[in-house]
């Protein structure tokens, strides 16, 4: 079973709409972060939390918005879609206490706004 | 803030043949860290090597080994005796050291290794 989980792998969606990106994860780690990835511009921090109580902007967090609702779960909400939000969608988890510890990334959701 | 550029948008390897991507990096700390993520067609992300800017020496991970230039801030990827399953985009990325900046990954745009068989 996959550590790092994302739902759905590909939504299709209308402007105007409001969508949900759920990841969960299994590794009992603190951190966990949202990126986008878009052709030419590479991964892009979107949200990251360090634990429940604690969300924090990254590079790229207007228009959207998170959820931390358990320590294994971070969502991510679209809460009006336009097409500019069209990309590829990483959740990706961490643990604190380690200098150099790495990033374990969930499959990716596909999403496409029109 | 911290940027990280890879020049090369693709590169193309015959099997069995070496190849090397490049990667450079603008920062004004000195305590970071540098990866070599793997992209493959499936979209899941590899974490293929990590370097530590402390460390003079250059780290590798069998086929895979870096050229770690701290002056210059450049940290190149070396593929050995490439595989056809090497075939995949190659994200470049920074993390600053300091735990209180937490573990934000900075990302390249990528390069795109082409394997020929």
């Known amino acids: 079973d996959a550590d790092v989980t994302q739902t759905p792998r590909n939504r299709i969606t209308k402007t105007g709409k409001r969508i949900m990106l759920e990841c969960s994860q299994t590794?009992?780690?603190?951190?966990m972060y949202w990126y986008r990835q878009d052709p030419g511009l590479g991964l892009r921090l979107i949200y990251y939390?360090?634990?429940?109580?604690?969300?924090n902007k990254g590079e790229i967090s207007d228009g959207y918005s998170v959820s931390r609702q358990a320590q294994a779960k971070f969502s991510l909400s679209l809460e009006s879609a336009i097409p500019n939000q069209t990309a590829l969608y990483f959740c990706?988890?961490?643990?604190?206490?380690?200098?150099?510890?790495?990033?374990?990334f969930g499959p990716g959701t596909r999403l496409t706004v029109l | 803030a911290q940027t990280v550029t890879q020049s090369q948008p693709e590169m193309s390897v015959q099997e069995a043949e070496t190849v090397t991507l490049s990667c450079t990096y603008d920062?004004?700390?000195?305590?970071?860290?540098l990866f070599w993520y793997k992209q493959p067609p499936s979209r899941q992300m590899i974490l293929v090597i990590r370097?530590?800017?402390?460390?003079?020496q250059n780290a590798t991970e069998n086929r895979f080994s870096v050229n770690f230039q701290k002056a210059a801030k450049s940290f190149s990827l070396k593929i050995s005796d490439s595989q056809l399953g090497d075939a995949a985009m190659y994200f470049c990325?920074?993390?600053?050291?300091?735990?209180?900046?937490?573990?934000?990954?900075?990302f390249g745009a990528g390069t795109i290794l082409r394997v020929k068989s």
């Open positions: 990706a988890t961490s643990v604190s206490g380690r200098i150099s510890d790495e990033q374990f």
């Open positions: 590794k009992g780690h603190d951190r």
């Open positions: 939390s360090f634990d429940v109580k604690d969300i």
């Open positions: 920062t004004s700390e000195s305590d970071y860290y």
């Open positions: 370097q530590e800017a402390y460390k003079q």
């Open positions: 990325a920074y993390r600053s050291g300091p735990m209180e900046y937490g573990n934000k990954l900075v």
